[in-house]
């Protein structure tokens, strides 16, 4: 009995502990990202951005998903990186407008992908 | 974390109220709780190992909240009999002196030929042959034999359940159905008030009407049933 009450406990802990780290670590990690991603949406609309900006974002973006690959589904992990080498090829390339657009996905998967680990009803469902 | 852990929980609450409502034939030797958590942990355990793009911690939290439930399932069933029949539920007696308790055996979605699997299983092959028949709340069948039990080398073989002829029993013994039919005209009962009716080798039937007591009586077998 004391040893099941003890591993109810325990489990409980664990898995709350660990929702609770979850949450505020993919919240820390993706609001980090997206002022770089908007950083680097405001020089390239001012066409000042440059292969070495996106290349620092790219960068950025592979220390975070060490981590982030033990929460969050590999293939939006995938999908960021996508993104990223569009963009990264666009703007070596000065095609400035066409860049806007990919890094306005990327701004929308930095704020989708922690919702989708947010306790909401549409989450659970 | 804390979405798989609700959505792990909510699938193994409804997994576990239907199989509490299927009754015991879908169980076997397994509690229901356990039952539930076994259909679900190997999948659990699968789809993160055989998937890379899925992180291996989804697994682990769901293998965990099952963990956490059964410990909280088994904790609940100490508090008292009532939680223990709310999610067990409790042993049926599905025969007894009287005979077939038609009542129970559909409350846990069993006929009669049910039961007489089960029993022959056991090593009984008629009705008459035990006193109680009970279904554990684990769908195993646990049977008091009759003390006075003559040893029979007789295989019966069911006629009619609730009310019903059972046609392939009346085909393989090659018994034909005016059999039946004889036998309730020469007994005044009509079909629709018959609860149980078997008849082995010998020509010995075992017959119960509904909400009485069984009968045993004898009856010469048409020529060419054999069984």
Not at chain 1, 2 to 31: N, P, T
Not at chain 1, 36 to 45: F, G, I, P
Not at chain 2, 161 to 184: C, M, P, Q, R
Request: proline share 3%.
């Amino acid at each position: 009995m004391v040893k099941s009450v003890v591993s109810v406990l325990i489990c409980l802990a664990l898995i709350v502990g660990g929702a609770v780290y979850e949450h505020r670590f993919i919240d820390s990690q993706f609001a980090e990202f997206t002022a770089a991603v908007d950083c680097l949406y405001e020089k390239t609309r001012d066409h000042t951005a440059n292969r070495q900006d996106v290349a620092a974002v790219q960068e950025n973006w592979r220390r975070k998903k060490e981590v982030l690959h033990a929460f969050i589904p590999h293939n939006d992990i995938k999908e960021m990186e996508l993104w990223l080498a569009e963009t990264l090829s666009l703007v070596s390339y000065g095609k400035y407008e066409d860049a806007l657009s990919k890094i306005d996905v990327l701004r929308e998967l930095c704020l989708q992908i922690p919702t989708a680990y947010r306790l909401s009803l549409s989450n659970i469902f | 974390m804390i979405i798989i852990f609700i959505r792990t929980a909510a699938i193994f609450l409804t997994l576990m109220a239907v199989m509490r409502l299927m009754g015991k034939r879908q169980i076997g030797e397994m509690q229901p709780f356990e039952f539930v958590i076994t259909l679900i942990v190997a999948d659990l355990a699968c789809i993160p190992m055989a998937d890379v793009s899925i992180p291996l911690v989804y697994g682990i939290v769901a293998i965990l909240t099952l963990f956490l439930l059964h410990q909280l399932i088994f904790l609940l069933e100490n508090c008292g009999a009532f939680a223990k029949r709310v999610i067990s539920g409790k042993p049926s007696v599905v025969l007894n002196k009287n005979g077939v308790n038609m009542k129970e055996l559909k409350k846990n979605n069993l006929g009669v030929e049910d039961l007489l699997e089960s029993m022959r299983s056991q090593g009984y092959f008629s009705l008459d042959d035990l006193d109680y028949a009970i279904f554990e709340a684990n769908g195993n069948l646990s049977a008091l034999e009759k003390a006075d039990k003559p040893r029979r080398s007789a295989l019966a073989v069911l006629l009619v359940s609730d009310g019903k002829l059972n046609k392939s029993g009346i085909e393989k013994t090659g018994i034909g159905g005016n059999f039946v039919a004889e036998f309730l005209r020469r007994r005044n009962a009509a079909l629709k008030d018959v609860s149980v009716m078997t008849v082995d080798n010998t020509g010995r039937i075992y017959f119960q009407r509904k909400n009485k007591r069984y009968e045993i009586c004898s009856a010469p077998l048409p020529e060419g049933a054999e069984w």
